[in-house]
């Protein structure tokens, strides 16, 4: 038999997560949150299923919580998207890109992304007939130099991934590499697939520069964003994708036949906690302390330690300290140290080891001072 994606294995994610379980290891691989859901927010999606919201939401989603993110998105990003027919609630981030990639890409179309990217574009292109066109991205603090980028064009670009803050290095794209994409895209067809999902996630002051703000980009953009970020839930795969109504439709074409609708006590309850909550204030100040608590702690180890500015994953680099490839360091850190980690060279499509690791720190401050404890043993 044909296989559709031969080179594909397990995700990353899976892999770590279950080896940190298998050897009851300190989890900072997969990036989620071990500390408990605001009991407001639970106590919202179990009133909604009381009150009998068990039933199919709406394809696009469940109207009043469509009406918050327009709400929001133009509170924050002066930027006008029709509950209607520009927003659709999706089955997490990964979903939403899965679905805007598939309403657009056929056989032959190339898809220019950022490496290290993370790891769902690149098979989701394959899996249509798409070409991936890479443009790898240089430490420490992994800037686009969008001269280069340049060079990637042809006539069959139909779409360039991007991803503020950045997954998994930490790194956020400024103004002026916005205005280098608007230029380099003007007056083309090139569709912007805007991954979002960590976007109330920034340090430093840092002005998260949503492509909502930029109208002659937004026109031609997808913009993806995640519950599942803003509320710690994230087994709760729950997000949504803001798009111009022309390009929605074609992606509702899609997400019907894929997840018809999302699940609704869930749409309900975060419809009716955002209504109150202070949580788009909360969350980048929340964030900024673990950054800045958890690179104390590791400036106790030996790594060496990346610029971080967004998103909640700090890099590492540890050639100083290892000859070994970042999947077998990665592993022994696991099994020797009792700490698990993500090996950067997971999110390349071409194989490439620059001794780079990825910690989550969106945990308990103690559950990172345990595993700094560990590592400090290095
Ligand atoms: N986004 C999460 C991360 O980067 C993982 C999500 C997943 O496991 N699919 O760690």
Excluded at 26 to 52: R, V, W
Aim: hydrophobic share 40%; charged share 20%.
């Amino acid at each position: 038999i044909n296989t559709k994606l031969p080179t594909v294995g397990t995700t990353i994610f899976t892999v770590m997560s279950k080896l940190a379980a298998d050897h009851q290891a300190i989890n900072l691989s997969q990036g989620f949150p071990d500390y408990a859901t605001d009991k407001k927010l639970i106590a919202e999606i179990n009133q909604a299923m009381k009150e009998g919201f068990n039933q199919y939401a709406p394809m696009a989603g469940y109207l009043p919580l469509r009406e918050q993110i327009a709400e929001k998105t133009q509170n924050f990003y002066q930027a006008i998207y029709d509950p209607e027919s520009e927003i659709t609630i999706t089955a997490g981030g990964t979903q939403a890109i899965f679905t805007a990639i598939n309403a657009f890409i056929t056989a032959g179309d190339e898809v220019i992304i950022f490496e290290p990217a993370y790891d769902c574009y690149a098979p989701t292109i394959k899996l249509l007939g798409g070409l991936v066109k890479p443009f790898e991205l240089q430490a420490p603090d992994y800037k686009i130099d969008w001269e280069m980028v340049k060079k990637l064009f042809s006539a069959n670009t139909k779409m360039i991934i991007i991803n503020s803050p950045h997954n998994p290095t930490g790194s956020i794209l400024r103004k002026e590499d916005i205005d280098a994409l608007i230029k380099l895209t003007k007056d083309t067809d090139i569709l912007i697939l805007s991954d979002e999902v960590y976007e109330h996630i920034i340090f430093d002051g840092e002005q998260h520069q949503s492509v909502a703000l930029y109208p002659e980009l937004a026109e031609r953009s997808f913009i993806v964003a995640s519950f599942g970020k803003l509320l710690h839930t994230t087994g709760w795969k729950i997000g949504y994708c803001l798009a111009p109504a022309k390009l929605m439709a074609e992606f509702r074409k899609v997400h019907q036949f894929n997840v018809f609708s999302v699940n609704t006590p869930m749409q309900v309850g975060i419809a009716n906690y955002l209504s109150t909550s202070n949580i788009y204030l909360e969350i980048p100040t929340f964030f900024q302390e673990k950054r800045d608590f958890f690179q104390q702690l590791l400036a106790t180890t030996k790594f060496k330690l990346l610029p971080c500015k967004g998103a909640y994953f700090q890099c590492v680099n540890y050639s100083h300290i290892s000859n070994e490839k970042d999947i077998d360091f990665a592993q022994k850190l696991i099994t020797d140290f009792g700490v698990a980690t993500i090996p950067i060279s997971a999110f390349y499509t071409k194989n490439v080891d620059h001794k780079v690791l990825r910690f989550c720190f969106a945990k308990e401050n103690s559950t990172l001072e345990k595993a700094v404890e560990k590592l400090k043993k290095l």
